[in-house]
């Protein structure tokens, strides 16, 4: 069963466990409940409030469970998370083999995710009518490990062209880019759930090197996925609703189970993010040579998570 992502987004809010449910309440007045969701249906749970309490009798049954509590800042951009120790039967054998993995390994399935997401990206600009040509043409310039950051260059091309020559993609900006920072945050909340099912630890990175970020495997693996927030954004910000508000979390959230084409099928979002951290293990283990990378399928996505068009 695919999990639920729970976002709490109002002030005045408290949050507690009883009986395997996640209860919230209100902490004004008598305190009125306002709903309970059953533990095992959570996803992760996002903390998008300043005015949010909770108990730490949720958060372990939470890190048990193996679901993330993330923090938001003003901008919607995540802050923190909690995750839990263990993950997978086999966590310390899978760390281990992570541990030991030797650089041409790394940086050769580093090369994968890259071009992944570049092929993610000029399907995108296909998909919205826009000049797709200078994406494709750097795909096969990658090597191992993206020794020329042609990451980088094609980010640069991928922007203007998506959201115009003005845009400049900044956390710290209101509109595009804070929806963009929500869609993210809600990518990065499942994939770290789906690196620590799969018994890898999230620190430990393919590319992503910043001592100062506990998450640098999650933002490897994202890398492929972030695409499909940013084409839901450009839809958004097509019909002039570029703000961040129930409407559009609601939206963004609804995305990560809309349906991508992978080699082994058709899945939602949320379980080729499981498959691709399981193939990562499995790499590390010597069990496969190949990353399990979403193919590029964003009309079979979009079609579910923006149905309107």
């Given at each position: 069963?695919?999990?639920?992502i ?5 002030d005045?809010?408290?949050?507690s466990?009883l ?9 004004e007045?008598?305190?009125?409940e306002?709903?309970?969701i059953?533990?095992?249906d959570?996803a992760?749970?996002?903390?998008n ?40 039967f086999?966590?310390s054998?899978?760390i ?14 580093w ?11 000029a399907?995108?600009?296909d ?7 200078p ?10 490990g ?13 922007w203007?062209?998506?959201f ?17 920072n929500?869609g993210?945050?809600?990518?990065r ?9 799969a018994?890898l630890?999230p ?8 001592d ?23 839809h958004?910000?097509s019909?002039?609703d ?19 084409q ?8 949320v ?18 040579d190949?990353?399990d ?9 979009l ?5 309107s068009d």
């Amino acid at each position: 069963m695919l999990g639920r992502i729970v976002e709490v987004a109002d002030d005045s809010r408290h949050l507690s466990a009883l009986r395997g449910l996640m209860v919230v309440r209100s902490t004004e007045g008598d305190r009125e409940e306002l709903g309970r969701i059953p533990l095992d249906d959570i996803a992760a749970v996002i903390g998008n409030a300043h005015g949010l309490s909770y108990t730490n009798n949720l958060l372990v049954a939470l890190a048990e469970r193996g679901v993330p509590f993330v923090l938001c800042a003003a901008n919607h951009n995540a802050v923190g998370m909690l995750l839990p120790i263990e993950g997978n039967f086999e966590q310390s054998k899978r760390i281990e083999s992570q541990i030991s993995a030797k650089a041409p390994l790394h940086k050769r399935l580093w090369g994968s995710i890259v071009r992944s997401k570049l092929t993610q990206q000029a399907a995108v600009l296909d998909a919205v009518g826009a000049p797709s040509v200078p994406l494709k043409a750097l795909i096969s310039k990658v090597k191992s490990g993206d020794p020329e950051n042609i990451e980088a260059q094609g980010a640069r091309r991928y922007w203007s062209l998506l959201f115009g020559a003005d845009f400049r993609r900044d956390r710290d900006l209101d509109g595009i880019n804070s929806l963009l920072n929500y869609g993210y945050t809600v990518f990065r909340a499942a994939t770290a759930r789906a690196v620590i099912a799969a018994g890898l630890h999230p620190s430990i990175g393919l590319h992503h090197s910043n001592d100062s970020n506990a998450m640098r495997l999650v933002d490897d693996l994202i890398e492929p996925f972030r695409p499909m927030v940013d084409l839901v954004v450009w839809h958004l910000w097509s019909k002039n609703d570029a703000e961040v508000k129930p409407e559009t979390k609601r939206l963004l959230v609804s995305t990560l189970y809309s349906d991508m084409q992978s080699k082994a099928g058709v899945s939602p979002i949320v379980v080729c993010m499981q498959n691709l951290a399981i193939s990562l293990a499995q790499c590390y283990l010597g069990e496969r040579d190949k990353l399990d990378l979403p193919l590029p399928s964003l009309s079979i996505a979009l079609a579910t998570a923006y149905p309107s068009d």
